[in-house]
């Protein structure tokens, strides 16, 4: 018949505290190891870039410049009121462009006159199909064989219609076979706005 061994009570519980130590032991290690294999997030924050705006300036449109004109006209005039100081004289007159055709009206005074020369000072119109130009001036002119030579200055003064704003000067030139009916060249340089833009 065996006997029945028995642990001591002091062995048995140095027993369960060698467990115990194990079992903490163990517990400390899967711990550091879960905390070892752990990954780690990088929260990763994405910076809006800035945007620089171009302002684009535009460019503003230049103004229409007035233009110089060379212009010559040719003028058949007939002197409808002629003798004393004044005269007056009415007739056709054909221009280079941009006035083309119309009729010319004029009035003068006489200055200084003798048997061979003299002058005339006075204002004069133009009349065109769509404005006119006014003005005045001054004419001398001599006398032989019987035919007037003219030679003097034009001033254009002012326009109205199409021609509004229109000046310039010129040279005037001409003849006469018998002091009634003259054939008259003007020699002008005219400045010439630019034309201003309708409403439809």
């Known amino acids: 018949m065996q006997r029945s061994t028995r ?9 369960a505290g060698v467990l115990a ?10 711990a550091q190891t879960s905390t070892s ?35 010559t006209c040719r003028e058949s005039l007939v002197a409808t009121k002629a003798g004393g100081d004044n005269s007056e ?22 200055a200084a006159p003798t048997k061979t020369d003299g002058a005339f000072s006075g204002g004069l119109k133009l009349f065109f199909n769509t404005g006119t ?3 005045t ?32 000067t010129g040279t005037t030139s001409g003849t006469s076979d018998d002091g009634v009916h003259s054939t008259i060249t003007d020699k002008l340089t005219l400045k ?6 309708t409403t439809p």
């Open 21 to 30: 130590a194990l079992g903490l032991a163990t517990g400390l290690t899967q």
């Open 89 to 110: 004289n009415f007739g056709t007159v054909t221009c280079s462009t941009p006035f083309g055709k119309g009729v010319r009206h004029d009035t003068s005074a006489l």
């Open 137 to 168: 001036y001054h004419l001398n002119f001599t006398i032989l064989n019987k035919v007037v030579t003219y030679d003097g200055t034009v001033k254009i003064s002012s326009g109205t219609g199409e021609f509004a704003g229109v000046t310039g």
């Open 133 to 135: 130009l006014r003005g």
């Open 192 to 197: 010439v706005p630019p034309k201003k833009k």
């Open 7 to 15: 642990w001591p009570t002091y062995a048995l519980a140095g027993a």
């Open 37 to 71: 294999t752990s990954t780690t997030q990088t929260a990763t924050v994405t910076v809006p870039t800035a945007t620089t705006k171009t302002t684009t300036t535009k460019k503003a449109t230049p103004k229409p410049k007035a233009t110089t004109r060379n212009v």
